[in-house]
């Protein structure tokens, strides 16, 4: 018996938030073994934090989703503070790469999308710095790159009033189209269509 907690990525879309929780050891998606034993007195602790989650998830609060956000980000840092004592000193050399590639997209994304200059930065070549993403992945560097900015634009969509064509050149695309186009195909909608559908469900007015 167990409890699942299930959420999806862009629930947590608020500024800087995911750039560090993906930093958390068990929020990385390279670690093969994300799994932790408990004592018994952790147990109680997490069983209090889902508890209290529960509760707030089935009453309609105000600010009960930021709330639920916060409770979420409290059992994720427990969990990687635990995770990191007890398996960080057994992660592997490709993996050790791949969490430094995360990290080095994380901060540099939006003015550097060059696959040459991130393999410099790791001290390899492109081609094996794809290997190595292809194989812990299935995606190459250029589609991780892609996927991080999609999750940023998406964030300024949702959580600031700024037009699309000012995300555009905030984001470094100096042609409105080739933005619109870039976010269609990730998302499968347009900017305007995502950001409609999102305030609506997030911001609903009375």
């Given at each position: 018996?167990?409890?699942?907690?299930?959420?999806?990525?862009?629930?947590?879309?608020?500024?800087?938030?995911?750039?560090?929780?993906?930093?958390?050891?068990?929020?990385?998606?390279?670690?093969?073994?994300?799994?932790?034993?408990?004592?018994?007195?952790?147990?109680?602790?997490?069983?209090?934090?889902?508890?209290?989650?529960?509760?707030?998830?089935?009453?309609?609060?105000?600010?009960?989703?930021?709330?639920?956000?916060?409770?979420?980000?409290?059992?994720?840092?427990?969990?990687?503070?635990?995770?990191?004592?007890?398996?960080?000193?057994?992660?592997?050399?490709?993996?050790?790469?791949?969490?430094?590639?995360?990290?080095?997209?994380?901060?540099?994304?939006?003015?550097?999308?060059?696959?040459?200059?991130?393999?410099?930065?790791?001290?390899?070549?492109?081609?094996?710095?794809?290997?190595?993403?292809?194989?812990?992945?299935?995606?190459?560097?250029?589609e991780l790159i892609n996927e991080k900015?999609?999750?940023?634009?998406?964030?300024?969509?949702?959580?600031?009033?700024?037009?699309?064509?000012?995300?555009?050149?905030?984001?470094?695309?100096?042609?409105?189209?080739?933005?619109?186009?870039?976010?269609?195909?990730?998302?499968?909608?347009?900017?305007?269509?995502?950001?409609?559908?999102?305030?609506?469900?997030?911001?609903?007015?009375?």
């Amino acid at each position: 018996e167990g409890i699942g907690v299930l959420f999806q990525a862009d629930f947590i879309l608020r500024h800087g938030a995911q750039q560090w929780l993906q930093s958390l050891p068990i929020f990385n998606r390279f670690l093969s073994e994300p799994f932790i034993e408990l004592s018994e007195e952790d147990l109680l602790m997490f069983q209090r934090l889902i508890n209290e989650m529960d509760t707030e998830y089935v009453n309609d609060d105000f600010l009960k989703y930021e709330m639920l956000e916060a409770q979420l980000t409290q059992v994720l840092v427990k969990l990687s503070r635990l995770y990191r004592a007890s398996k960080e000193s057994k992660i592997s050399v490709d993996t050790q790469h791949m969490m430094t590639l995360e990290s080095l997209i994380n901060k540099q994304f939006k003015n550097n999308r060059s696959v040459v200059d991130y393999a410099a930065q790791l001290y390899m070549t492109p081609q094996n710095l794809n290997r190595i993403t292809k194989k812990a992945m299935g995606k190459s560097v250029s589609e991780l790159i892609n996927e991080k900015l999609i999750i940023e634009i998406k964030r300024y969509l949702v959580y600031t009033d700024m037009s699309s064509e000012e995300i555009a050149h905030f984001f470094n695309f100096y042609d409105n189209s080739y933005f619109t186009k870039t976010f269609k195909k990730a998302v499968g909608e347009t900017p305007k269509a995502f950001r409609k559908k999102q305030k609506e469900l997030f911001f609903p007015t009375k």
